[in-house]
């Protein structure tokens, strides 16, 4: 071979190299930033205490909590829903449906809308026309529901995490080899016994892993929740599902755009991202474990 | 073509001039033959002459395969099995199945004996528990298990998985059991406690089994029907079909010329 | 062996066709349910454009605010100071409102375009190297440390462009202003770049190795096997993979909030501020008056990004289609 082919060759294949060294560089650079400028202030205190003096002492306590009620409230409205759609697309749906074709259709563009639009959606039909609606049938037209509040905020996002579920729950019941499904049918159990007793069970940890990566989702987007019910400084922490709440996302956008004095707000929002980053990179690695051990079971039982 | 056999015990089940389609493909060619009560069938031919799909059609579990469509009957105890009154799972707790591959459930050895009739409403743990031993015992793997119910039936090597899924199939009573090759992922001495097992459940049960091996066929089976391209080419009791088949066909297969 | 002595059944399932016509009706009810819940996902579609589009439907139908907002206003230019040529402005809350969306698209194309410039050749390189050069140990480290990165919500990348590459950025190539287009455009990068990487690796990952092996059969490196024939049988995937990320970076909002400086200019310098499309709703919508002309231009823009959106993922839906049919057909020889 040429040497100039080689020569080229090698320079070549080493520009490729260098575009995974610099992308993993970016993201050890963002890293390394955040826990340097975050480690200072973390603390027991800073996770359970409320922030103090202007945002420049104390903890975030509220938003943490705030995030976690949200979440939840989001994944206990995300997960039937989810994981029926994906049964009905992979269990019931005749082969060559065309409604399970459109199906599939619109939750490959539902994962595409941007989140602003989401969170137009949460204000449209969410606060105004359900919460609006509410207001006019139960409180006499008082102002209520149809304002920013804590689920429309959780439905806003569990309409936006639909389709990450979906999509775990499929492969998870693909997952599920079909020996058993037969065996269980030769035995005379129906298709729902079958579903119940044998399919969902077998699927359950990739559903887990839907569910893990829909609250990763849930606690790092904010753009859904900017108008549909998040808030940056309350005094108490939400008690009903028709209160605001804060949230870190949130917490970190106000933070950085429009805090008043920026250096004395700089520890406290350094340590929120990181502690959001710390939440979200746990769940995003709780998934990816969940799922490496899903396939190492699937490869042995497939024998 | 069309051979019927009837000569011996009354037969249990009775397919009349049956036809399986995989779309345009007929798998099952217009096939009548009877099988006896308590007696062991063996269903014999090359790969793909549809005898997998006539033991499937016995318990419509074709029923579950789409575009897979018949024509004909199948008569349990004279009654039509593909009429409208009669509820395929029904049918399946009495005509049980056991697999090419053991596919036992990733529960505990009990729960996987249990599963049958759990799924049939029975929930009285005592009865549960007895009818677990006798499955279990019937299938000669009591005294194996006895001590490790609750443990995965995963763990259990292949042999012992395979006759797990037997005791599993026998625990709901059912009258006949279709086997599919039960054995050809076991090794030899796994095999034997298998053919063995046949030979000890035929006394209570209708038993059809389609095997590959003919010395297999030979050693376990009373009547042995000879597939070919979708035709039941010949039927008759296992000595003379292996000694002394009637037709060409047969006697070319038997012979090994060609499988 | 223990052998079994025969016993008359100790147990027997009833088979009454009442109980058989029972669960065949629990079943079909089932079955209903499941269907009937499966139809959420159209649902949620026709919902989010339905009640979208109801809030901007005035715009186009209610007479006095058609004339307050219509189409030329948005896309023409407009005389705004007797005198003055007709220019692009977007500046709705003022005595004279401005509502050209000129400046909004423009700034939004600005900003995709250096993202994409970033991001398609550092995401296609990457997925490249990982998927034809790198030992398998490494492949199975890298991506999941890709995915990672995908993990990061935008929020903290948003965060991170205007805390600290906004200055360095600022000090090495000498921009007038701090936030811009290009360090929004950067910021966006980094988000769509492990989009396009995963979607262009599961690309190549789906062709055949018998395509590889027979290309160095004939006595070509792997360069040139993963140039000349692993890259374009595996091209509708790559493609699919950069519209998949337009679509991410057209709709994206937190970070070209944070980062772009938010001015509606109409300029060709990347070192300018600029505004995009999703980052004006999120910044003016909270201080908006319901009903408004203004918040139903806001709604108007909500709807714009999603029939882009949708083309934009139609179009990458159909090219993975047509990639696997290309090589799942192509796999069986001739």
């Known amino acids: ?303 | 073509m069309t051979s019927a056999f009837t000569e011996g015990p009354r037969p249990k089940l009775q397919a009349k001039g049956l036809t399986v389609r995989y779309g345009r493909k007929t798998a099952v060619d217009d096939v009548s033959l009877d099988l006896g009560d308590r007696q062991v069938t063996a269903l014999i031919g090359p790969s793909g002459c549809g005898k997998s799909t006539f033991l499937r059609a016995l318990n419509r579990m074709n029923d579950l395969i789409p575009g897979a469509t018949h024509e004909g009957a199948v008569l349990l105890d004279g009654q039509n099995i593909f009429e409208r009154e009669l509820d395929p799972v029904d049918l399946r707790r009495r005509v049980g199945m056991v697999f090419q591959r053991s596919n036992p459930f990733p529960k505990s050895i009990y729960e996987n004996v249990a599963y049958g009739l759990r799924v049939g409403g029975v929930r009285d743990r005592a009865v549960l528990d007895r009818q677990v031993e006798r499955s279990l015992t019937a299938a000669a793997l009591w005294d194996e298990v006895r001590d490790r119910l609750d443990e995965s039936a995963l763990a259990l090597s292949g042999g012992q998985q395979q006759r797990l899924c037997i005791a599993r199939a026998l625990a709901v009573e059912p009258e006949v059991l279709l086997m599919d090759e039960p054995a050809s992922a076991l090794d030899p001495i796994a095999t034997a406690k298998i053919e063995e097992l046949v030979h000890e459940l035929k006394t209570r049960y209708t038993i059809v089994i389609v095997t590959h091996n003919m010395q297999q066929a030979a050693r376990v089976s009373d009547v042995t029907a000879f597939f070919y391209m979708g035709e039941l080419v010949e039927i008759g009791p296992t000595e003379r079909m292996f000694t002394a088949p009637r037709e060409r066909r047969t006697e070319d297969y038997v012979t090994g010329k060609f499988g | 062996m223990v052998s079994y002595t025969g016993l008359s059944p100790a147990v027997t399932i009833t088979v009454e066709p009442a109980r058989a016509r029972k669960r065949q009706r629990r079943e079909k009810l089932v079955s209903a349910l499941v269907t009937l819940v499966g139809l959420s996902g159209i649902a949620a579609v026709v919902l989010i454009f339905v009640f979208v589009g109801k809030e901007a439907l005035p715009l186009f139908t209610d007479a006095a605010t058609h004339a307050e907002a219509g189409l030329d206003k948005m896309f023409w230019p407009q005389i705004v100071r007797a005198g003055k040529p007709a220019v692009f402005m977007w500046q709705p809350v003022s005595t004279v409102p401005k509502i050209s969306m000129v400046p909004l698209f423009l700034g939004t194309l600005k900003i995709t375009a250096v993202a994409m410039l970033l991001a398609v050749p550092f995401g296609v390189a990457a997925a490249v190297w990982v998927s034809e050069f790198a030992p398998r140990r490494l492949q199975e480290i890298i991506k999941p440390v890709i995915e990672l990165l995908a993990g990061i919500p935008s929020v903290v990348l948003g965060f991170f462009a205007l805390v600290v590459l906004a200055t360095t950025l600022q000090d090495t190539l000498g921009f007038t202003y701090r936030l811009n287009a290009f360090l929004a455009g950067v910021g966006l990068a980094l988000a769509i770049t492990p989009v396009i990487f995963t979607v262009t690796e599961d690309a190549l990952a789906a062709v055949p190795r018998s395509y590889r092996e027979g290309s160095l059969a004939l006595g070509a490196t792997r360069l040139e096997t993963a140039l000349r024939v692993v890259l374009p049988a595996a091209a509708p995937g790559v493609l699919a993979a950069v519209v998949l990320g337009l679509g991410r970076a057209i709709g994206e909002t937190m970070i070209v909030l944070m980062a772009s400086g938010n001015a509606a200019l109409v300029s060709p310098g990347i070192g300018d501020s600029a505004r995009s499309l999703s980052a004006t709703i999120a910044a003016e919508m909270g201080e908006v008056v319901v009903g408004s002309t203004h918040y139903r231009l806001l709604f108007f823009i909500g709807v714009e990004l999603f029939l882009v959106t949708f083309v934009l993922n139609s179009v990458a839906s159909a090219w993975v289609r047509r990639l696997m049919r290309r090589v799942s057909g192509a796999g069986v020889p001739q």
Do not use: C
């Open chain 1, 1 to 303: 071979m040429k040497r100039s082919r080689r020569v080229r060759d090698h320079l070549l294949v080493g520009l490729t190299a260098m575009a995974v060294v610099v992308i993993l560089g970016m993201l050890a650079l963002i890293l390394f930033d955040v826990v340097r400028g975050g480690l200072g202030r973390l603390s027991w205190r800073f996770l359970t205490a409320a922030p103090e003096q202007g945002m420049t002492e104390g903890g975030i306590f509220p938003a943490i909590y705030g995030t976690a009620i949200m979440t939840l409230l989001m994944t206990v409205a995300v997960m039937p829903v989810g994981v029926t759609t994906a049964v009905y697309l992979h269990e019931y749906a005749p082969p060559g449906s065309k409604l399970a074709a459109l199906v599939r259709i619109a939750v490959n563009n539902l994962a595409g809308v941007p989140s602003i639009v989401f969170g137009l959606f949460g204000l449209g039909f969410l606060v105004q026309f359900v919460g609006g609606g509410m207001d006019r049938l139960f409180n006499g037209g008082e102002l209520r529901w149809g304002q920013p509040a804590l689920i429309w905020a959780s439905l806003t996002l569990a309409v936006l995490t639909l389709p990450v579920v979906i999509v775990s729950t499929e492969e998870a019941l693909r997952a599920v080899p079909k020996d058993h499904r037969m065996a269980s049918l030769a035995l005379g159990a129906t298709k729902s016994q079958t579903l119940w007793r044998v399919v969902l069970p077998g699927a359950l940890p990739g559903i887990l892993t839907g569910a893990v990566l829909a609250v990763s989702r849930g606690a790092g987007e904010v753009a859904p929740i900017l108008f549909t019910g998040a808030a940056y400084y309350l005094p108490d922490l939400p008690h009903g599902l028709s209160g605001q709440f804060m949230h870190l996302g949130y917490h970190i956008y106000v933070l950085a755009t429009q805090s008043p004095d920026v250096d004395a707000t700089l520890p406290l929002l350094y340590s929120t991202v990181l502690v959001l980053l710390m939440l979200t990179f746990t769940l995003n690695l709780t998934a990816v474990a969940i799922r490496a051990r899903t396939r190492r079971r699937a490869g042995a039982a497939a024998h």
